[in-house]
Structures are given as structure tokens and as C-alpha cells.
């Protein structure tokens, strides 16, 4: 079973997969039966996956505190 750093990082590499396959050959928006179709929505939609994924796994990194001792 995957763990949550393991699918946020999957999920991540599918989205940025899909956003480089989008700018390497752009589709331009179309209507399908009256439903509109935006690729510009669509890579904005992605975009913001990514950020997401970004900002939960910056959560998951060790941090440090920098701190200096003195003795009396």
C-alpha cells in the first residue's frame, strides 16, 4: 500500500505529465452537444494540482530551528 507522500507525489508526476503532453501540442476549446470544452481551464485546473501537491508535500519536509545556547 502507497502512503500518502508516495500517492501526493504520483498524483503529482501524472499532473505534470499531462500539463508537458497539453503544451507540446495545444488543443484549442471547443462545444461538444452545448458543453464547452477549455483546455485553458483545463491546464489552469492541472496548474493548481500541482500546487497543491507542492504545498502538502513542503509540509512532509523536516525543518529546523536555528537556535544558540550560552552558558552563564
Do not use: N
Request: some cysteine; proline content about 4%.
Amino acid at each position: 500500500m502507497a502512503t500518502e507522500i508516495e500517492q501526493i507525489h504520483a498524483i503529482r508526476d501524472q499532473s505534470l505529465t499531462q500539463l508537458k503532453q497539453l503544451r507540446e501540442s495545444p488543443k484549442p476549446s471547443y462545444t461538444v452537444d452545448g458543453q464547452q470544452v477549455s483546455w485553458q481551464q483545463y491546464v489552469e485546473s492541472l496548474q493548481q494540482t500541482i500546487d497543491w501537491c507542492d504545498q502538502k508535500l513542503a509540509g512532509y519536509q523536516p525543518f529546523e530551528y536555528r537556535s544558540q545556547g550560552t552558558t552563564a
